[in-house]
């Protein structure tokens, strides 16, 4: 009997920390199922083994920061049936999108003995800026129970149940008491999409917005709050350029303050 043919995952890496692939190496004993169910074709992460593409399914960590990023996403694009991006890298540009605001040149002189050496784009930017993108998957890093669902989701020919409700919703459904009204913490949570399963709340700390905006966030409204909750222009500023520093609404949010 001839055996099923497997569908090629590919894993690649931009300009990122790794932790999000590394994510997908934690799901320890679901990577064994994972394993069986697609063929790894990609993955220096986790082995030098590579099978030539084209893919059916990629998951792309990481932002665009390089001319050979740019080049080299495309061609990922070209080999790929479905591309993923996973993490806030990739769907954001990432913490190094925080240079977005900045002139790169001033940090490269400071930073490196020969500058003249760095090739960099003036932006980080996320994946979805240059080519087409058939999911994004949010966090910094990412769930990897939500990977899981997504990878299912995308073998069995279905739509991911990936929730893009607020961070507020996961956390009064573990239980946590909420830190604003309790102790006048400033919290993103309103804001934020859930998927980090209310972690800083738990530990009675104010959200912070790892896995980016939710779907139409009132950042306005957030923004006025912690206005009331004591924070100054420059403060506020500096909560919506965190992780997801270049997502459209925190980065419009962040631009009305401070500066």
Wanted: some cysteine.
């Amino acid at each position: 009997m001839v055996g099923r043919k497997r569908p090629k995952l590919a894993v690649w890496k931009f300009s990122s920390c790794d932790g999000c692939q590394l994510s997908l190496l934690d799901c320890e004993l679901e990577l064994l199922a994972v394993s069986e169910a697609v063929e790894i074709a990609y993955f220096l992460e986790a082995t030098r083994k590579v099978v030539k593409g084209p893919y059916d399914i990629s998951l792309v960590e990481g932002s665009i920061a390089t001319p050979h990023d740019v080049e080299a996403i495309r061609n990922v694009r070209r080999m790929s049936r479905t591309l993923i991006t996973i993490g806030a890298c990739a769907t954001a540009g990432g913490i190094q999108a925080l240079r977005n605001f900045k002139d790169v040149k001033d940090f490269i002189d400071r930073v490196y003995a020969h500058p003249e050496y760095i090739e960099t784009l003036d932006h980080s930017s996320a994946v979805s800026d240059h080519v087409r993108v058939d999911f994004e998957l949010r966090g910094c890093p990412i769930n990897k129970h939500q990977l899981l669902e997504v990878l299912n989701a995308q073998l069995n020919g279905r739509k991911p149940n990936v929730h893009r409700h607020a961070e507020c919703i996961e956390c009064k459904m573990r239980g946590n008491i909420c830190v604003t009204v309790a102790k006048g913490e400033p919290c993103l949570g309103p804001v934020v999409q859930a998927g980090c399963g209310g972690l800083c709340p738990s530990l009675g700390r104010g959200c912070f917005g790892c896995f980016g905006p939710m779907e139409t966030p009132n950042t306005a409204a957030m923004a006025a709050k912690l206005a009331d909750q004591g924070l100054d222009g420059r403060d506020i500023q500096r909560r919506f350029r965190g992780f997801n520093a270049n997502a459209e609404a925190f980065r419009k949010e962040s631009e009305a303050h401070g500066d």
